[in-house]
Nanobody, 124 residues
Framework: VQLQASGGGLAQTGGSLTLSCATS????????IGWYRQVPGKEREGVSC????????WYGDSVKGRFAISKDTSKTTVYLQMDNLQPEDTAVYYC??????????????????WGQGTEVTVSS
């Protein structure tokens, strides 16, 4: 199982970035893919999640209305479109995978596989 996160970088306040999580080695449709973020000294925070089979999505309160998660089943890739970025969005972003049980589970400990992080920096 492999997950590779990419797309991080530097953005200005109000700007946009799109993160990608390319996956391989498992049956994509059976899984849920989540995005988490972490800043030094703080716990990993759930950002968004998508159930691949039905496309059901979940968003953390801090990103609702600004971020959008989507999937490309043919590429087994999940995207996180981040708009209206704010300095508080600065973090290392990780994607993770777990077998879907048909409902959202935002606990990081529920995820079995993690990609390497991609760093997002939003300048004020």
């Amino acid at each position: 199982v492999q997950l590779q996160a990419s797309g991080g970088g530097l953005a200005q306040t109000g700007g946009s970035l799109t993160l990608s999580c390319a996956t391989s080695g498992f049956t994509f449709s059976r899984y849920a893919i989540g995005w988490y973020r972490q800043v030094p000294g703080k716990e990993r925070e759930g950002v968004s999640c998508i159930l691949i089979r039905d496309g059901s999505t979940w968003y953390g309160d801090s990103v609702k209305g600004r971020f959008a998660i989507s999937k490309d089943t043919s590429k087994t890739t999940v995207y996180l479109q981040m708009d209206n970025l704010q300095p508080e969005d600065t973090a290392v972003y990780y994607c993770a995978a777990r077998v879907s049980v048909g409902e959202h589970d935002t606990y990081a400990s529920s995820y079995d596989y993690w990609g390497q992080g991609t760093e997002v920096t939003v300048s004020s």
